[in-house]
């Protein structure tokens, strides 16, 4: 003979105990009916929403009276029975009455409850029905946050990047493939410098301050150079970030970075085009007026060059053409003028010793400066290795050249050269037309020098 102890239970006794526990606690409210519509079961979240208590709605036959109006009941509970006749879920929406007589909207989830040995039911029908509801504009917000989720990781405008707690991608929707230069699932949990050639640093710096301190207040623009574009170019990703945390914890933790980017590498470089512009322009009108007031003209020559090397170049030379067809440095930068190859000085521009001895400067066939003459236009060298810079007598350290002729009167006059170091980019289309425009204010004040008795 089998003897339970005094304290222990009948299992379905525990069972409804576990079943009760596991109602109670669900985010959604519940009720059930059986097939006579009856109310069995009543949760704790049909109480907040409707304000009637278990032990006064558990027993209840029908909605009529409490949950619902007269005039609507027996059709609200032909609908909720009506699922015992149906396969599957049905969802509805109708209105109820809370305990202190106010409408609430709810949208809910009904389905047949099977029979079970424990509720056995004549040729295996149906025994009751359950619903489980919530208000509906509750329930409206849940369905737009995952709507807004799907919305962002299907064909949205903007680049979307979940980025988990070690910094690597977790999910990339389409607009992030295509810009990163990768496909959906091949970023996947690897490190971003993999996609990254420059600006990795920056963009790890901001996801690390958004897991430690939270959401930025404003967007970012982050510089961004990506390893599968062959030219390098720099693009301009105007970037937010939201921290995401888990709503379930009990302390806030971070679960990952939000990624939200979109390119703004056009407008920019637009924006930064004209910045540079007007600060040229500014540059040569300053040195107008400066030069108007030098007495001797190779001083005024000097003075265009000092005011358009800030922002522009590192160093300048000036050679013109001498009786031989030769070229002869008259001024330069300190060191660079002196066409030796040593490392340059920074410093005004100035005229050179070697420009009274009319000493020739030892540039070799295809010079960069020879091409200006031939051309009798600008010529760009870029990418230079030190023997190519020993090689044309440029200084130390240089990597980036610019040459533009000198023209005054239809005659050549010499040709006036830019350097850069590698700090700087190379010079490009805009960078040849403003020393051009230079280039043409130098040749005027040669011309006046050579010309003057």
């Known amino acids: 003979m089998n003897v339970q102890p005094p304290d222990a239970q009948p299992l379905n006794a525990r069972d409804e105990q576990l079943l009760a526990a596991l109602l109670d606690s669900m985010d959604a409210a519940l009720c059930a009916f059986d097939q006579d519509g009856v109310v069995t079961h009543w949760n704790t979240e049909a109480t907040r929403i409707l304000g009637w208590t278990a032990e006064e709605a558990v027993g209840r036959h029908g909605l009529a009276g409490w949950v619902a109006r007269a ?53 295996g029908a149906p025994v009751g029905v359950y619903c489980a509801f919530s208000e509906v504009d509750a329930q409206i917000d849940l369905e737009r946050a995952i709507a807004l989720s799907d919305a962002l990781f299907q064909e949205a405008s903007w680049g979307v990047v979940l980025i988990d707690a070690d910094l690597r991608p977790a999910v990339v929707n389409g607009y992030a493939a295509r810009a990163l230069c990768t496909g959906h699932e091949a970023l996947l949990g690897r490190p971003l410098g993999e996609v990254l050639a420059q600006g990795v640093e920056e963009l790890e710096n901001v996801l690390q301050y958004v897991l430690a301190e939270g959401t930025p207040p404003a967007a970012l623009d982050l510089w961004l150079t990506l390893r599968a574009d062959p030219e390098g170019r720099r693009l301009c990703w105007r970037s937010g970030f939201v921290c995401l945390g888990s709503p379930l914890g009990e302390e806030p933790v971070p679960l990952g970075v939000g990624w ?3 390119d703004i590498t056009p407008t ?28 001797d003209p190779m001083e005024a020559a000097t003075c265009y060059l000092d005011f358009a090397l800030p922002g522009f170049a590192d160093h ?23 066409a030796a190859g040593a490392a340059a000085e920074s410093g005004p521009c100035q005229p050179t010793d070697s420009a009274a001895a009319g000493i020739p400067v030892r540039y070799e066939k295809g010079h960069p400066a020879l091409q200006a003459l031939g051309r009798t236009g600008s010529v760009r060298a870029s990418a230079l290795g030190p023997a190519q810079v ?45 020393a051009e425009d230079v280039a043409a204010r130098v040749a005027a004040a040669l011309d006046l020098r050579q010309s003057a008795p």
């Open 390 to 434: 020993a090689q044309r007598c440029w200084p130390e350290g240089t990597v980036h050249g610019l040459c533009a002729v000198l023209r005054s009167r239809g005659r050549t006059l010499g040709v006036v050269t830019f350097l850069r170091t590698a700090s700087r980019q190379p010079f490009d289309v805009a960078d040849a037309a403003h």
């Open 260 to 262: 939200l980017f979109h």
């Open 71 to 123: 005039a609507d009941a027996d059709e609200l509970m032909a609908r909720l029975l009506g699922v015992m006749k149906r396969p599957g879920r049905q969802v509805h929406e109708f209105a109820l009455l809370t305990k202190d007589g106010h409408r609430v909207l709810v949208r809910a989830q009904t389905c047949a409850v099977p029979a079970l040995p424990a509720l056995p039911a004549p040729d």
């Open 268 to 295: 920019k470089v637009a924006e930064q085009e004209a910045v540079r512009l007007r600060f040229r322009t500014t540059q040569l009108q300053r040195a107008a007026r400066a030069a108007i007031e030098c007495e």
């Open 316 to 338: 300048a030379l000036v050679d013109v053409v001498a009786p031989g067809g030769k070229l002869v440095r008259v001024a330069g930068t300190p060191t660079a003028g002196s």
